[in-house]
């Protein structure tokens, strides 16, 4: 019981991350009918926007200390932070340590900027083009951006710790009655978990409750209508891109504690967002939602010892298994609707 | 001996094919002119690197080429000479490789088995290279292996850690300088009953593939032979990259010990996690709660930042030992570069060494006389102590550090101190080892 | 001739000039010389353009004629390595068993994960196959290491039991892959002057195959079963209403696709007896899917360049490193040199993924149809400047795009 418990609890978490990538592609897809092989690598980015902030945070001067000796036999050369300078010790290493809380801030217009510009700049020519043409110029994208990436930061993962408040984990087992011990959850990652919820609250929010959000959903559903209605769609895609690209980007940020940064972590997200999107149905964004937390619950159903003695390797094949079941069962994915991408 | 026909490049660059215009077509036979693959007939001799230039591993490859490239200047007698200053055997003097300058060339493996061949087989097709060497990870070493003893040429592995290199999939043609997962296993278990007691429950996280097996393999005999217990061990998938739902149910397993048999990315984010989770600030059975890693890596320790601090696990070598040899490739590698090697790098730049100076001992590139000269080498002044090519099967014996994060690094290159050097006696073990058997090196090839 | 139109005819006794003497084309420079590093003609890379020509062209039938995008095709490619090097391990050192075992595994899995994904189209069907190649990936890497030996990948040892031969020869080497004897890897070596030019046996093996797949994926363009399948592509549904069930007819499509990969997995196997599990990983799988794309999808020749393109990259600008690049700028005073060097730097060697992610882009921005529109409109161009216009001589490989 209390194993089933903790496992449902990292579901909902692995899920919500896997909510929250899929989201930004669902929403590419569903408004702008483009396959977008590049949002793994805006998920990318948006975890080196936390590196990045933190680069510039801890960008030192070097005062020689002639008391200590370095690799070579020389004169040690101490780093210190600006930021430490300024604002003394404690403060300076306390902004320093909150640097991935800060980078959403900072994520959030670069991110929306880059959006705009991959949209105005390339995949505004590709609306009319096949899909094939849109998966060949995405692609070739996101292996310019993650090796662009790679020549700036090296291919090596980079810590990006999160704040040390949230270091250690909660234990949810004491409140409910078990023992101490036996379900624990980290901070952060209940951090990231309702981060999630309030990032899909808001993009709901927004297309169902603004009227920015109707043009878009009725755009979603006929866009010819919408056009020959006289709205300047074209406009409006362009906002969605940078939205979507915004909200991978946030993902990517807050996933930085979790999963250390590194140049090619897009291209591992990018085959499973890929799946939550399809699974869930396409042009559908509660589906998206709801196949990130199924799937997120299944996988970690299927790493518990008891299952994999039972099935070895279940953990290893258990997204895909479920994709082909739901996908069997029911033709367009777990919400889908009618004839989006099915030519 | 087989008639290899992988082809050479020759001799073109020498001018010396007299004949423009004039087309010699030579099949290779048992009588054909050259004597091995390969055979450098100019003044020049080329040798292949082929390390990950891309994908997860590119920052250690990097690494890797930067201390093949010292070597060659080295060997070519240009720079500061190095370990070739500390280096026990004098037959390498600073004018190349039996008089021949040294070339090089180099490949991307991607750390795929397919793609390392791919570059290998262009190196020894294309380039005419005589030796190849690299590698960052056991299957591409293994497969690289396989490839150089079925064309003829010399193979020394880079970085590899597996068991099986020289274990069952061990071959004539291939050496590896490296240390592997048994020695870190009887490096590591009495450190760590040191440290944390015999009476120690262990729980392992296990890489689902062939090195993560052996290396769990290695640790838990090493750590159950000195008392301890093991309490499970879960396999997690390669692509993982969360893994809180394998580290949730550590705690509440009775386990007072997390063994992470993880290397690279996989390490670095199963440590963060277990380190985000807490664990490290638990006690259990009234005992406090710790991490293991069994292998380290330098870029990977980098990578993992202060999640690191304290840990135990092993390396082949570290830039902070203090004898000669040691530092002497600390000085010209770091007056180079301008930051310390890892030990991939070194153990890179030592291969090289080897390679080289059996060339010159056995007076010959013939992988067959060459493979006679490394064989029972023994040697010193490389870093790594007094050392051992074993005959039987082409493994290097010496000592092996245990490590742990340090806690207060000086620099970002700094995030290891060493705890002990475990003296070669204490990680020996016999060729007919079960961990190691079921090859055998065959015999060696030098192809043409 | 062979059943085909003369422009086919044409078409395919250009290619087999072109295969047949690629030793000879693919090493325009001469060795030792600086522009040598471009040289491609070397046994390996040669078996490379072609086994994934083959594999490209196999995927164009699917996805070229009936626009189902199969996201999984490199799992057909991996069984048929694995199926291969097994033969050799358990039969005989002979390519011919061991082809065909790989063709027919290769049928037999193609036609079980088409079966099931061809219910349903679209990306729907592309996630099917993509999940499927998936599963077998991290199945073939972990659980089933006996099987496959998992991340090491499957090879030849001392001691496989080959019922037909030997487990290891006289001088205690391992037997090579052989036709009748002919070994894969022999090379005879032609110099002339300064250049090198090599002629492999596998090369040659796999060459001939290709040109049979190249025809027979011509003769399948061209019959009423190619038709049949562009129908499916520019309107299932139409043609469903007509009464007709397509799924027999995109199913031997899937089928006849696998087929080809399995017989270039095959081949692979053939040349280097070797089976990794990351052939059957989906970047695989992406790869074969960008050769198509990138030489222009439902054209003959088009993957088969796109193929030769990518594999170009990996394996030649991947190679290049400073101390080349040195070389090639040294005529140059330092400061320009090393300004040069610096410039270029960046794209080749471990950069060299870059160069090809931005050469993806540039020909799908400006050659929508891919290379082969590239090589028509050099064509177009070349007959205007000749002021010769001749509508009607426009090569015919660009049927269905």
Partial sequence: MDAILLQVLNGLDKGSAYALIALGLTLIFGTLGVVNFAHGALFMLGAFCAVTLQKILTISFEVVDPTRLDFLGNPLKVKTPYVVSWFGEAAGNGIIAWSVPLAILFAIPVMIAIGFAMERGLIKHFYKRPHADQILVTFGLAIVLQEIIKYFFGANPIPTPAPPAFTGSFDFGVLLGFDPNVIIYPYWRLVYFAFSAVIIGCVFAFLQFTTFGMVVRAGMADRETVGLLGINIDKRFTIMFGLAAAVAGVAGVMYAPINSPNYHMGMDFLVLSFVVVVVGGMGSLPGAVLAGFLLGILESFASMNEIKSILPGIDQIIIYLVAIIILLTRPRGLMGRKGVMED | ?448 | ?401
């Fill in chain 3, 1 to 401: 001739m062979f059943g085909l139109t003369k422009k086919d005819t044409l078409l395919l006794i250009v290619v087999a000039i072109l295969t047949m003497a690629a030793p000879f084309l693919l090493n325009p420079f001469p060795s030792g010389s600086a522009m040598a590093q471009f040289n491609a003609g070397y046994p390996d890379l040669m078996q490379r353009f072609v086994i994934y020509g083959l594999f490209a062209i196999g995927f164009n039938l699917l996805f070229g004629l009936t626009g189902y995008l199969s996201f999984g095709h490199a799992a057909f490619l991996g069984v048929g390595s694995y199926s291969a090097v097994w033969m050799f391990k358990l039969l005989s050192m002979n390519v011919i068993p061991a082809i065909i075992l790989s063709v027919i595994v290769a049928a037999l899995f193609s036609l079980l994960i088409g079966f099931i994904s061809l219910r349903r189209s679209g990306i729907y069907f592309s996630i099917l196959t993509l999940a499927f190649a998936q599963m077998s990936f991290n199945l073939a890497y972990s659980v089933l290491t006996p099987i496959t030996n998992g991340e090491t990948g499957l090879q030849i040892t001392l001691d496989d039991p080959r019922i037909l031969g030997v487990s290891r020869t006289e001088s205690g080497g391992i037997p090579v892959t052989n036709l009748f004897g002919a070994e894969m890897r022999s090379t005879y070596e032609m110099h002339v002057g300064s250049w090198l030019f090599q002629f492999n046996t596998g090369y040659y093996l796999c060459a001939v195959l290709m040109l049979l797949g190249f025809y027979l994926s011509i003769r399948i363009f061209r019959s009423p079963f190619g038709m049949m399948l562009r129908a499916v592509k520019s309107n299932q549904n139409r043609l469903r209403y007509t009464g007709l069930n397509t799924k027999p007819y995109t199913l031997a499509a899937f089928v006849i696709s696998g087929m080809y990969a399995g017989l270039a997995g095959g081949l692979l196997a053939c040349m280097d007896p070797l089976a990794g599990a990351e052939r059957m990983q989906w970047t695989a799988s992406g790869e074969v899917v960008l050769m198509t794309i990138l030489g222009g999808a439902g054209t003959l020749l088009g993957p088969v360049l796109g193929a030769g393109f990518i594999k170009y990259f990996e394996n030649i600008f991947s190679k290049i490193n400073d101390t080349i690049l040195h070389q090639w700028f040294s005529a140059l005073p330092d400061g320009l040199e090393d300004a040069m060097v610096f410039l270029v730097h960046p794209f080749i060697g471990k950069g060299w993924s870059l160069t090809l992610g931005i050469t993806f882009m540039l020909v799908v921005i400006f050659l929508p149809g891919g290379l082969i529109e590239g090589g028509q409109r050099i064509g177009r161009l070349f007959r205007r400047r000749t002021a010769k216009p001749a509508p009607d001589s426009a090569p015919s490989s660009t049927p269905a795009e």
């Fill in chain 2, 1 to 448: 001996m087989i008639k290899s026909h992988l082809t050479r490049r020759g001799v073109l660059k020498t001018g010396s094919v007299a004949g423009a215009g004039l087309a010699v077509p030579t099949i290779f036979t048992a009588s054909s002119a050259a004597a091995y693959t390969n055979e450098p007939t100019g003044n020049t001799v080329t040798l292949g690197f082929n390390v990950p230039q891309t994908g997860p591993y590119a920052d250690e490859g990097a690494d890797e080429l930067r201390a093949y490239e010292l070597a060659v200047e080295h060997l070519n007698g240009e720079g500061d000479g190095g370990m070739l200053n500390t280096f026990t055997s004098k037959a390498l003097t600073g004018n190349g490789i039996l008089g021949k300058k040294v070339a090089f060339v180099t490949g991307d493996t991607q750390t795929k088995s397919d793609a390392a061949r791919a570059s290998a087989k262009s190196m020894i097709e294309k380039d005419g290279a005589i030796m190849i060497t690299g590698g960052s990870s056991s299957g591409v070493a293994v497969a690289v292996q396989g490839l150089c003893q079925e064309a003829g040429v010399i193979f020394m592995a880079g970085l590899t850690h597996s068991n099986d290199t020289t274990g069952k999939d061990k071959k004539a043609n291939g050496f590896r300088h490296f240390f592997n997962a048994f020695m870190s296993g009887a490096a590591l278990a009495p450190v760590l009953v040191k440290n944390y007691g015999a009476d120690r429950n262990a729980y392992h996280l296990t890489a689902d593939y062939t090195w993560g097996w052996t290396q769990q393999e290695s640790i838990q005999a090493a750590t159950e032979a000195l008392g301890w217990s093991t309490v499970n061990n879960v396999l997690t998938p390669l692509a993982s990259t969360d893994f809180s739902s394998y580290i949730a149910p550590v705690l509440n397993s009775g386990a007072d010990v997390l063994v992470l048999n993880h290397y690279g990315g996989n390490m670095v984010n199963s440590l963060t996690q277990a380190v985000q989770f807490g664990l490290k600030d638990k006690m259990v059975n009234g005992k406090q709660f710790e991490i293991v890693v069994p292998l380290y890596s330098e870029l990977m320790a980098k990578g993992a930042g202060a999640s690191i601090k304290g840990i135990l696990g092993s390396t082949n070598w570290s830039w902070t030992l203090q004898d000669e040899g040691t530092k002497a490739f600390v000085k010209s590698f770091g007056t180079k570069y301008g930051f310390p090697p890892s030990n991939a790098a070194q153990t890179c730049y030592a291969q090289t060494l080897l390679y080289a100076d059996a060339a010159e001992r056995a007076g010959t590139f013939n992988p067959c006389g060459l493979g006679a000269a490394l064989e029972g080498f023994e040697f010193d002044g490389l870093g790594n102590g007094p050392t051992l090519y074993r005959a039987a099967d082409h493994q290097c014996f010496k000592d092996v550090l245990v490590m742990q994060g340090k806690q207060d690094p000086t620099s970002e290159y700094d995030a290891l101190e060493i705890v002990e050097v475990t003296p070669r006696a204490q990680v020996e073990y016999s060729p007919e080892h079960p961990m190691f058997a079921g090859g055998e090196l065959g015999s060696c090839n030098p192809g043409a």
